[in-house]
């Protein structure tokens, strides 16, 4: 299996057997997506977490043979036609073929996260908008009100996933520096609830400097946990 980092939250994992696509934006400057679908003859996964256009894209309605696992936001906010799409999510859906298994998890933001499993029993997180945004320098930035409510919501969703779910092997994580002195809150109580064996950051809207920095005090706590900067 192989993980590629394509943009802000865009990630292709390949399988034996698939390519699955999370949250597909825009391609890589280098067209790494482009050229993974290039005479793929693996099945085509496209698993899109909410409707925020930095998490959808409607091309990916057209690529041909596809399977489309959207949230059902993204079927309802961006008006896609229900023909279309293999399966509309909500938190706590399953979706299974002979592929994969995803299961559907709610989300601090809209639409939902995701764990994906494998046929060998691998483990994916994808968070989407998953994640405690406190913004502690502008509260007022945030949708949500009080640091409580949204972090009373953030932590049941992880007593969710890890009930189910106690150790993950991929994670992919919100890391955002718009969130000021908070940008680790989140992740830091992502890998106290679950044991991740791998960690990529997300959503960093190219701050790569600002996020290297940060993820140094990640690996100083977590030191079992591998940390895979996605810098392209
Ligand atoms: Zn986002």
């Not at 830091?188 to 920095?213: A, G, N, S």
């Amino acid at each position: 299996m192989e993980i590629r980092f394509i943009a802000h939250s865009c990630f292709a994992v390949v399988t034996d057997q698939a390519l699955i696509v999370y949250d597909y934006c825009k391609d890589s400057d280098n067209h790494i997506l482009q050229q993974l679908l290039d005479g793929c003859h693996k099945q085509v996964y496209f698993v899109v977490s909410h409707f925020h256009e930095d998490h959808y894209n409607p091309d990916i309605l057209n690529v041909e043979g596809a399977r489309l696992l959207l949230s059902y936001d993204t079927v309802r906010r961006r008006r896609v036609n229900r023909d279309l799409t293999t399966a509309i999510l909500r938190p706590g859906d399953i979706y299974e073929d002979e592929n994969l298994t995803l299961h559907a998890y709610n989300s601090t933001d809209v639409g939902i996260s995701t764990v994906t499993t494998l046929p060998n029993g691998t483990t994916i997180y994808h968070a989407g908008d998953n994640n405690n945004w406190f913004f502690a320098e502008n509260p007022e930035e945030h949708i949500k009100t009080s640091l409580s409510e949204m972090e009373g919501l953030f932590i049941s969703i992880l007593r969710d996933i890890s009930s189910d779910y106690p150790t993950i092997d991929h994670a992919m994580f919100p890391v955002d520096p718009r969130l000021g002195t908070n940008i680790l809150r989140g992740p830091f109580q992502w890998l106290w609830h679950i044991k991740t064996k791998h960690f990529y950051p997300m959503h960093c809207w190219e701050q790569w400097d600002v996020v290297k920095e940060e993820l140094q005090k990640l690996l100083d706590q977590f030191p079992d946990t591998e940390i895979h900067l996605c810098e392209v």
